[in-house]
T-cell receptor, first 115, second 108 residues
Framework: SAVISQKPSRDICQRGTSLTIQCQVDSQVTMMFWYRQQPGQSLTLIATANQGSEATYESGFVIDKFPISRPNLTFSTLTVSNLSPEDSSIYLCSVEEGTGRLEQYFGPGTRLTVT | GIQVEQSPPDLILQEGANSTLRCNFSDSVNNLQWFHQNPWGQLINLFYIPSGTKQNGRLSATTVATERYSLLYISSSQTTDSGVYFC??????????FGAGTTVTVRA
């Protein structure tokens, strides 16, 4: 399976600032996904990021708050803008791989605390 | 959207015990995965199992797609099995929908 890394692994940010999270994959993948996991909760899909096209956002998530870049087939960034304490969560990227399979693999996550 | 229900929400086991976790889903799916989230937040792939039965060591899983449920079996549990187990399904749009998870605590 693909090896996925995320940077930073954790951060503490002031409200009103922004944090950009990087996701790097060791192989080329078509589809990358960004998820949010609020404290004690399950994972919720933020958006799907495909190379060469705009990200597709899920209901409740908007581009102004969560801008995403996908410059190539191995890299993506998620920015969480205008931070508030409610943005304190783990943010995870995932990729889909496997010929004929739809299995998703996740990065180690970025733990964000907003003070 | 598709609904994913996991039960039980919490499970406390004595080391060496066996257990069954259940995942019900409300519509047909192309993909079903089981994950284990360890205390550091890392999601570990356990099974990719849209149908049928698979085994991996002390873990096994069965998905009955026609009846829209999946079961994860943990045998001879160990303290390292503690964590949250998630079931996630993908209907037909490449998007995984997660259940609320089952928190498993294995006591020595």
């Amino acid at each position: 399976s693909a090896v996925i890394s995320q940077k930073p692994s954790r951060d503490i940010c002031q409200r009103g600032t922004s944090l950009t999270i990087q996701c790097q994959v060791d192989s080329q993948v078509t589809m990358m996904f960004w998820y949010r996991q609020q404290p004690g909760q399950s994972l919720t899909l933020i958006a799907t990021a495909n190379q060469g096209s705009e990200a597709t956002y899920e209901s409740g998530f908007v581009i102004d708050k969560f801008p995403i870049s996908r410059p190539n087939l191995t890299f993506s960034t998620l920015t969480v803008s205008n931070l508030s304490p409610e943005d304190s969560s783990i943010y995870l990227c995932s990729v889909e791989e496997g010929t004929g399979r739809l299995e998703q693999y996740f990065g180690p996550g970025t733990r964000l605390t907003v003070t | 959207g598709i609904q994913v229900e996991q039960s039980p929400p919490d499970l406390i086991l004595q080391e060496g015990a066996n257990s069954t976790l259940r995942c019900n889903f409300s519509d047909s799916v192309n993909n079903l995965q089981w994950f284990h989230q360890n205390p550091w937040g890392q999601l570990i792939n356990l099974f990719y199992i849209p149908s049928g039965t698979k085994q991996n060591g002390r873990l096994s899983a069965t998905t009955v797609a026609t009846e829209r449920y999946s079961l994860l079996y943990i045998s001879s549990s160990q303290t390292t099995d503690s964590g949250v187990y998630f079931c996630a399904v993908e209907p037909n749009d490449y998007k995984l929908s997660f259940g609320a998870g089952t928190t498993v605590t294995v006591r020595a």
